[in-house]
């Protein structure tokens, strides 16, 4: 099985967007295994806030580690 990646878009009548590049390997009977990842945004707001929290982070504050 080819796996191919892009992100698409919902259109207004429900459909996916498919880049012409993948339409173009497709045979019109093609039987295809979908899977859909929607982005989490409370996931990216949490790993941005860790990736913040930890660059203010230094080396001395190793002292509070084992309080």
Same mark, same amino acid.
């Given at each position: 099985?080819?796996?191919?990646?892009?992100?698409? /878009?919902?259109?207004?009548?429900?459909?996916?967007?498919?880049?012409?590049?993948? %339409?173009?390997?497709?045979?019109? $009977?093609?039987?295809?295994?979908?899977?859909?990842?929607?982005?989490? /945004?409370?996931?990216?707001?949490?790993?941005?806030?860790?990736?913040?929290?930890? %660059?203010?982070?230094?080396?001395? $504050?190793?002292?509070?580690?084992?309080?």
């Amino acid at each position: 099985m080819k796996a191919y990646e892009y992100l698409a /878009e919902v259109l207004p009548d429900g459909h996916l967007s498919m880049p012409e590049s993948i %339409k173009k390997v497709l045979k019109p $009977d093609s039987r295809l295994r979908v899977i859909l990842m929607l982005e989490d /945004e409370e996931a990216q707001w949490n790993k941005m806030a860790t990736n913040q929290f930890l %660059k203010g982070y230094a080396d001395k $504050d190793a002292a509070y580690d084992n309080l």
